[in-house]
């Protein structure tokens, strides 16, 4: 007896489905944004992802894991603008003007979640979970020290007073910053961010 010889769709029942990567990993990004870790279930990341899970564990190792390369997605793409402004070739208060009218125009996309990943996710969390809130809390002390040495280098170009509290001011900004992503997760618009950032460049320090 001739054997049956086996159609196309038997012969490929049984392999993984292919995916690509990098449409996966945004989709995850987005889902953590939007939910926070704790908030996001697995099945939750496989269904956003469409992938099995045994290719979740075979490409992404676990959901921790996934949870970093979220985070260094988010930040290729908020850390572009954000280090863009503040190396921007003009004077300091300009800088931070167009870094605070910035975050209101990112933080209130209308096609992906409102707010700032980093500034909102991990601030409270199970004491399981306590590496990814340090991990958070450290991007945003780097972006903080990133505004301080952007002063720094103003009050040398003579741009700021010479007593001007350098970390005070960079943290005062960082909090703006932060306090902007909370209203816009909370629902605020552009325009309310936009006039909570025009109110927040008037504690600019006074030559």
């Given at each position: 007896?001739?054997?049956?010889?086996?159609?196309?769709?038997?012969r490929r029942r049984g392999r993984p489905q292919s995916f690509d990567r990098k449409e996966a990993l945004c989709a995850a990004m987005r889902l953590f944004w939007?939910?926070?870790?704790?908030?996001?279930?697995?099945?939750?990341?496989?269904a956003a992802m469409q992938i099995s899970a045994s290719s979740f564990y075979n490409t992404f190792g676990s959901k921790e894991a996934l949870?970093?390369?979220?985070?260094?997605?988010?930040m290729s793409v908020a850390g572009g603008w954000f280090f863009s402004i503040l190396n921007e070739d003009a004077n300091t208060r300009t800088v931070f003007e167009d870094l605070t009218?910035?975050?209101?125009?990112?933080?209130?996309?209308?096609?992906?979640?409102?707010?700032?990943?980093i500034s909102v996710a991990a601030t409270q969390c199970s004491p399981s979970q306590s590496r990814l809130r340090d991990l958070l809390a450290s991007q945003r002390t780097q972006a903080e020290d990133a505004m301080a040495q952007r002063l720094r280098k103003?009050?040398?170009?003579?741009?700021?007073?010479?007593?001007t509290d350098i970390e005070a001011l960079a943290a005062f900004y960082g909090s703006l910053l932060r306090g902007m992503a909370v209203q816009a997760r909370d629902g605020a618009s552009r325009d309310r961010l936009l006039e909570i950032a025009r109110i927040g460049m008037q504690a600019w320090p006074s030559m």
């Open positions: 007896m001739t054997p049956k010889k086996e159609s196309g769709a038997q939007d939910r926070g870790y704790e908030g996001t279930s697995f099945d939750d990341l496989i949870y970093h390369e979220a985070i260094e997605a988010y009218t910035a975050a209101a125009i990112e933080f209130t996309h209308p096609d992906r979640p409102t707010g700032c990943m103003g009050q040398i170009a003579g741009d700021l007073p010479s007593d």
